[in-house]
């Protein structure tokens, strides 16, 4: 049963448009979560992180909100850029199982032009 | 070399082969991994190492075999695999094991294909 769901296989977007990526989780432990981004022939990078005792975390055009209430987050995307164009995988961790790495099957973005 | 390397990019091997996959991190961390990663499917975990010793081994089949000669080098040793074990292979490393904000880098991965 997978704890880190990202239901949306994949997104298309208009370029210059918001982007918004979802990810659910049904562990309640789950204390830390990451977003990372992947191109075609390399390993994902680390994008942004947000850590449970806050809601909202931003660095640029992205912004993660985190939902404990629903045990959801999303990744907002503002204005999308064909270099967003990738796959982008939501990760999850808790303190009670050392902090390894729980993560989602990725939702491919596509930016339009 | 910067960051995380992998070696080789591809390979292609029979299910009678002994085959090795290498991984080494230029970062200076002290915790590296092993992941695989099918078609369409999330990362799954399989070794962690930390500062040289297997701190977790998630129930992956013994012919995989890890190797950690040092906090640079990982290996992944390969005997007897079966087709669906096809996937991408993918080391990263990370300051430590167990924090819970250690960014993990990730290398390019290595597909490997079993005929």
Known sequence: ?113 | ETGVTQTPRHLVMGMTNKKSLKCEQHLGHNAMYWYKQSAKKPLELMFVYSLEERVENNSVPSRFSPECPNSSHLFLHLHTLQPEDSALYLCASSPSSGGGEDTQYFGPGTRLTVL
């Open chain 1, 1 to 113: 049963d997978q704890q880190v769901k990202q239901n949306s296989p994949s997104l298309s977007v208009q370029e210059g448009r918001i982007s918004i990526l979802n990810c659910d989780y049904t562990n309640s432990m789950f204390d830390y979560f990451l977003w990372y981004k992947k191109y075609p022939a390399e390993g994902p990078t680390f994008l942004i992180s947000i850590s449970s005792i806050k809601d909202k975390n931003e660095d640029g055009r992205f912004t993660v909100f985190l939902n404990k209430s629903a045990k959801h987050l999303s990744l907002h995307i503002v204005p999308s850029q064909p270099g967003d164009s990738a796959v982008y995988f939501c990760a999850a961790s808790a303190e009670d199982s050392n902090y390894q790495l729980i993560w989602g099957a990725g939702t491919k973005l596509i930016i339009k032009p």
